[in-house]
């Protein structure tokens, strides 16, 4: 597993969400994958309960928990920075944020490519 630089962000009602579900399950873990369903919604877990793969990529914390990518994710999306959101809707099956009539949503702005300096 290895570590980006903090390229993730959450919005005041993502974070708001993050205090709610803290609140009720202690420390959780965010992590996004590219998986075909709800692939734009990050999951949260209980803290420990969901194994990462020597391929994941920590992007960073909100809200003092941390937050992870796929590694195939990552390739895709590293010259991105990640902003969760909260939208009206129900989350993932297994996140934590199912059942709550909101959802994380993870939305993106693109960042200076290392590779193509800052233009």
């Not at 993502?14 to 996004?32: K, T, W």
């Not at 590219?34 to 391929?55: A, K, W």
């Not at 990640?82 to 909101?102: A, K, T």
Request: hydrophobic share 35%; proline share 6%; charged share 20%.
């Amino acid at each position: 597993m290895s570590e980006a630089l903090n390229k993730v962000s959450a919005t005041p009602e993502a974070l708001a969400l993050l205090a709610e579900i803290v609140a009720d399950h202690g420390p959780v873990m965010f992590h996004q994958s590219g998986g075909c369903c709800d692939g734009s919604s990050p999951m949260c877990y209980p803290e420990g309960d969901f194994i990462l793969g020597d391929s994941d990529v920590k992007l960073g914390e909100i809200g003092g928990m941390p937050f992870y990518i796929g590694g195939a994710q990552y390739e895709v999306w590293k010259h991105t920075n990640l902003i969760i959101d909260v939208v009206p809707g129900r989350g993932g099956m297994f996140s934590l944020d199912n059942g709550r009539e909101r959802r994380f949503l993870t939305r993106s702005t693109v960042c200076a490519s290392p590779d193509r300096g800052n233009r």
